[in-house]
């Protein structure tokens, strides 16, 4: 292997090898590439993908945490206690998540600390940011919404559904919430007082997911039935009928600039609605198998972000899906769900396992494979181009200087190295992880 093709693997993982050759010739990587890429590190499916204003993506996963990704690198935000099925950003690059601990979190990236808002009585499952970015609204299979401000002072309880609250979203003045049901209807409230409205649509079927142009002329929904619908505001008429008979739709975007509207459905398709026409633009398959849960423009409305179930989030430019490829990564069993990982394979899925493979089949990553590394002296794997700090060290791989290698950082430990700084300070997540690669890692 040449190093010219370790390096294009390594830069694979976070973006297309078109952009890398580009970054290569001396092209500045733009934040906003209208290139294919994919975000890999999530030890789960991606269920929410959020941009905040300056680009960064935002993801909420199966697999209890938020990765937070600024030109491509991730970092993990931790305390959730189960799956993150929604995340926004909020005033003050912070951000806000919600998930199956029924909990809704505060995040201050910077410093990678959050706090618990408050709590839904079931799963937290769509969030939304008021437009001064100082609340959020929930939606909860408790059969309410919530708004929360961000001060801490609790919530604002929206209850009338009669079944599961699938979706929220604020007028664009932040006076009205619209809420979308699993019992089939999307309600108006006063975002303000919290007393009902009206009733503006009432769908056969539960509707999943809920969108407000920015003028507040028109809402779409898309439902379980595959029904997705355009309904003129405020009289609540319906002005088109996009149903693929696909179903059910899980997921909707839209990107004012470019004016379309994305639609994701559980037989892993997304179409694209051009709003100026009342067209359907583009239908393309996005996964292989499987669904698309989460989805999410660019800021300038280039790439369409989609999470399924694959452990990634793909990005395809919007001008040339029909030639995109479908989405791929690690599709991982929903009989081994994240909870039902040890704490060491988590650790090892989340924060290693998008550079190293533990086997012998050769699979392409940043770094060497685990194989064996128990008792292997250290910068020796037959082929794999190392540093020179690795090459000829006369480390020894062993539980002790796998632990000091995380407890102090690559940097430190092994200075030079091509190991990307990390550190996992947790003594007991270190014991964990090397239990875990020592099983894992055993030759045969
Ligand atoms: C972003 C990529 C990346 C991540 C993430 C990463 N590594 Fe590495 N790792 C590398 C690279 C590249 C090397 C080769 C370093 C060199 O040649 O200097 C390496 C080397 C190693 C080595 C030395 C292997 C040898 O043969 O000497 C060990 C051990 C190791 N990594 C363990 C881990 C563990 C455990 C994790 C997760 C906690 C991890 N790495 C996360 C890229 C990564």
């Known amino acids: 292997m040449t190093s010219g093709d370790r390096l294009r693997g390594q830069a694979a993982q976070f973006f297309s090898v078109a952009v890398f050759v580009a970054a290569c010739v001396g092209v500045p990587l733009p934040a906003a590439a209208q290139e294919a890429f994919t975000l890999e590190g999530h030890g789960g499916p991606v269920k929410g993908i959020s941009v905040a204003p300056d680009g960064v993506i935002l993801t909420a996963s199966f697999d209890n945490s938020v990765g937070f990704w600024r030109d491509g690198a991730p970092r993990w935000l931790e305390g959730h206690e189960a799956a993150v099925n929604a995340v926004v950003p909020v005033a003050g690059g912070r951000i806000v998540s919600g998930g199956d601990d029924f909990a809704v979190r505060l995040w201050d990236p910077a410093t990678g600390t959050s706090e618990e ?25 408790d059969r309410t919404a919530r708004i929360w401000s961000l001060d801490g ?14 979706d929220v979203a604020f007028s664009p ?14 309600r108006l409230w006063n975002a303000e007082t919290g007393t009902f409205l009206r009733r503006l649509v009432q769908h056969g079927f539960g509707i999943n997911a809920l969108l407000i142009a920015p003028d507040e002329s028109w809402l779409a929904y898309g439902a379980v039935d595959g029904g997705t619908r355009v309904v003129s505001l405020p009289d609540g008429a319906e002005t088109g009928d996009f149903t693929a008979g696909r179903r059910p739709i899980l997921a909707m975007a839209y990107q004012e600039e470019i004016g379309r509207i994305a639609v994701g459905d559980a037989q892993g398709y997304i179409m694209m609605i051009d709003t100026a026409t009342w067209r359907i633009a583009e239908d393309f398959r996005a996964t292989a198998s499987g669904p698309v849960w989460a989805l999410a423009f660019s800021p300038d409305g280039g790439n369409i972000h989609a999470g399924g179930i694959a452990d990634a989030m793909h990005s395809w430019p919007v001008n040339g899906l029909e030639n995109a490829e479908k989405m791929t990564g690690t599709e991982r069993s929903f009989l081994k769900a994240p909870e039902e990982m040890s704490n060491g394979e988590r650790q090892f899925q989340r924060k290693c396992s998008i550079c190293h493979t533990l086997g012998t089949d050769g699979k392409r990553r940043a770094g060497p494979t685990l194989y064996g590394l128990f008792g292997r002296p250290a910068g020796t794997v037959d082929g794999y181009l190392y540093s020179d700090t690795l090459n000829g060290s006369d480390l020894v791989w062993d ?23 990390q550190r996992i300070t947790g003594a007991s997540d270190r014991a964990d992880l090397i239990a875990f690669l020592q099983e894992a890692t055993a030759p045969d």
């Open 153 to 166: 002072a609790g919530a604002l309880e929206f209850t009338g559904h009669e079944n599961t609250v699938s």
């Open 399 to 421: 539980a002790e200087t796998v632990d000091r290698l995380f407890d102090l950082g690559p940097d430190h430990y092994i200075p030079g190295s091509k190991m990307p700084m």
């Open 173 to 186: 003045d932040g006076k009205r919430l619209y809420t979308a049901s699993a019992d089939g209807t999307i």
């Open 117 to 141: 808002l408050g709590r839904h009585s079931a799963k937290v499952i769509r969030l939304a940011t008021a437009p001064d970015g100082q609340r959020v609204a929930s939606a909860s299979w």
